[in-house]
């Protein structure tokens, strides 16, 4: 595994997120275009949640043998910590600063063991590096919503106006 590749892929997200949503309007950080969505400030609110609830924690429990993993629901977390009603420029503060304190511990460690296998019962053995990979590409499909849902804003906003010209859609 390309640890540095995924550190550096992993410290990264903040500023991008905060690049690519700065200066987004109320209405347009609450929007989605269906129930089945988050809006922007919900992934946000997701991507926090996240950082403390799942995969640095989870990545610690891993090297350090300890189990069971507590339980996760994403949805349910959303809609309970009322994502929806913090502006999303106070989520993307806390989600750096809590990647700031997730990429502390995670530069800190000494030749961790990703090799080290956690027995979830869903997944069968599954090694700390698999975990490592999973978050940066948690990050990465996180990302991917993001700018899905700005390119969605960005057809709502074009009114009568036809964006095919820009080819296909997110």
Not at 72 to 94: F, I, N
Not at 108 to 136: H, I, K, T, V
Not at 155 to 166: D, L, M, N, P, V
Request: proline share 9%; glycine share 4%; with cysteine.
């Amino acid at each position: 595994m390309n640890t540095p590749w995924m550190t550096d892929s992993l410290e990264r997200l903040p500023q991008v997120l905060s690049a690519l949503l700065e200066g987004i309007g109320d209405a347009d950080q609450v929007w989605k275009p269906n129930d089945a969505t988050w809006s922007l400030r919900e992934i946000a609110g997701h991507l926090c949640d996240e950082e403390v609830d799942d995969f640095p924690l989870r990545l610690r429990m891993t090297l350090a043998g300890e189990s069971p993993w507590p339980p996760l629901d994403p949805d349910k977390s959303v809609v309970e910590r009322r994502h929806q009603e913090t502006p999303l420029a106070d989520h993307l503060a806390k989600f750096t600063t809590l990647r700031a304190r997730s990429m502390e511990w995670l530069l800190s460690l000494d030749s961790p063991d990703w090799n080290r296998p956690y027995e979830p019962p869903r997944f069968g053995p599954f090694p700390a590096g698999d975990l490592l990979a999973a978050w940066c590409a948690h990050d990465q499909l996180h990302l991917k919503q993001v700018t899905q849902r700005l390119n969605q804003l960005t057809i709502k906003h074009a009114g009568k106006h036809q964006t095919i010209y820009a080819g296909d859609p997110l």
